[in-house]
């Protein structure tokens, strides 16, 4: 089956880093996105990886092992307003996305 | 990327009546639209995929004729909750791909519903 996994909830302080890991299993594979998402939002685009590696935008990273299924999101110089869940997603050979549960990031001061 | 608007933002119906969410592509032409449902605390649902000019693709275990879908235009695709009911109640989003390749996807801001 095809299946998503990340943490449900994290903490962190603002100012710090935090990496947001999630590992995935699906039928092929088209690419991994990074989603954010406001309560009562929609979700808003961050970052896509097919190829292994890191890719960095801004205060914002993330990486790819297609080998061991698995992704980060890292978020440096945590804001107040980093404050949202985090959505893993993986493309399958459909080019359907499955979605991870979404990962809380909550940031205290 | 794309800018895709839902309207209404929120509604508020009876039990038993039928809701009619829009959701548009604004700056460019879309042949594929998606539609999600996510209930609280919960990740995004795919319930069906919107083909212009065809019919939807359900996935499994959405009823197709409770939530029906139009996409009679490259602008706009419309998600009917028929005989709507309580359990019904949720945050409804769109999406469309996007023009430079199909792994993008652009969000609308979503329909809250809720069904009394």
């Known amino acids: 089956g095809q299946n998503i996994d990340q943490p449900t909830e994290m903490t962190a302080t603002e100012g710090a880093i935090v990496q947001i890991n999630c590992t995935y299993q699906?039928?092929?594979?088209?690419?991994l996105f990074w989603y954010q998402q406001h309560a009562g939002e929609a979700p808003t685009f961050l970052s896509y990886?097919?190829l292994d590696g890191l890719e960095e935008k801004g205060r914002f990273s993330s990486f790819l092992s297609r080998s061991k299924g698995y992704s980060y999101l890292l978020l440096k110089e945590l804001q107040m307003k980093d404050s949202a869940s985090y959505l893993c997603?993986?493309?399958?050979?459909?080019?359907?996305?499955?979605w991870g549960a979404g990962t809380k990031l909550i940031i205290k001061p | 990327g794309a800018v895709v608007s839902q309207h209404p933002s929120w509604v508020i119906c009876k039990s038993g009546t039928s809701v009619k969410i829009e959701c548009r592509s604004l700056d460019f032409q879309a042949t594929t639209m998606f539609w999600y449902r996510q209930f609280p605390k919960q990740s995004l649902m795919l319930m069906a995929t919107?083909?212009?000019?065809?019919?939807?693709?359900?996935e499994q275990g959405v009823e197709k004729d409770k939530f029906l879908i139009n996409h009679a235009s490259l602008t706009l695709s419309t998600l009917t909750v028929t005989s709507a009911h309580p359990e019904d109640s949720s945050f409804y989003i769109c999406s469309v791909i996007g023009q430079a390749s199909y792994n993008e996807q652009f969000f609308g801001p979503g329909t809250r519903l809720t069904v009394l």
């Open positions: 997603a993986a493309m399958d050979s459909n080019y359907q996305l499955i």
């Open positions: 919107s083909n212009e000019g065809s019919k939807a693709t359900y």
């Open positions: 990886n097919v």
């Open positions: 699906t039928s092929g594979f088209n690419g």
